[in-house]
Each structure stands twice: as structure tokens, then as C-alpha cells.
């Protein structure tokens, strides 16, 4: 593939297509970055994986800065970020929602979800406990006893 310039972390991180690599640019240097320098699935470093990881990089690129390499860790850091976000369901951004009092929003992406997705009981669920928290009981209700009636997953 070819670099693609000034891309922003934003756009490439929608296209991880590799399960052992995140995607990212440095300017004009497409970085293939192994999901391991990460601990469990979390955009945390595993120190040792890092200096494995940056060591390969100084020996490719010898003319990278100490600073650049410092940009390029940052860099890993918010693609590694932006990918566990874009890999989660709408009922996962719908509980992180919840959880930072976004109920509104919350709510608001579960129904544009539940337009083309009405058999996810995990949405309903999740619908019902926002409806609550919204003080709307009886549609909480409604919701709850919906996503009961739908088969589970694997099923």
C-alpha cells in the first residue's frame, strides 16, 4: 500500500484489516504497528513489546529523531484508541454513554440502531436501562419486556 499523506489517525483507523497490526502514519511513513506493544486489547503499552517495537523501527528508519519516535508512540497510542472504539457494538458506546451521564445521546443511537437491528436483545436491554434512568418507566418497561421475548444469541 501506498502512504497516504497527512491522513488522519481518524480515517486510517477505520480501516484495520489485520489482526496483528494497527495501521498509522507518521507524515509519509505508513506504520504497521503489532497489537501485542499493547496489554490485553487496551491502547496501555507492554514495555518490553515497545522497546522490541521501537528498536525495529531505529534500524529501518535511522534518520527518525528521538522526538519522532516519541510522536510515533503517541501516534500508536491514539490508533490503538480510536480502534477499540470503532470495534465497539452501538449497545457497548450506548453503556459508555450511560456511564459518563450522556443518557440522551445514549438513547439516541440505540433507536437509529434499532431501526435496521430490532431483534438485538442486548440493544433493548440496554434501551430499557436508559429509558429508566430516564425517569420513563412504562416505555423502560416495554423495552425490557421486548428483549425478553427475542431469542438469545447463540440460540
Known sequence: MTAIK???????????????????????????????????????????????????????????????????????????KDHIERSKTTPQRARDYMNSGKNQEALRILEEYLVDNEDDADAWYVTAEVLFKLKRQEEGFKAMNYAKSLPKKGH
Open 6 to 80: 497527512n491522513t488522519p489517525i481518524k480515517r486510517v483507523a477505520r480501516s484495520q484489516d489485520n489482526p496483528n497490526f494497527i495501521k498509522m502514519y507518521h507524515g509519509n511513513l505508513e506504520i504497521m504497528v503489532p497489537r501485542k506493544i499493547f496489554k490485553n486489547g487496551t491502547s496501555e503499552f507492554n514495555d518490553e513489546e515497545m522497546e522490541k517495537f521501537l528498536s525495529i523501527i531505529k534500524s529501518r528508519y535511522p534518520w527518525l529523531s528521538v522526538y519522532a519516535l516519541d510522536e510515533i508512540k503517541k501516534g500508536a497510542v491514539e490508533a490503538m
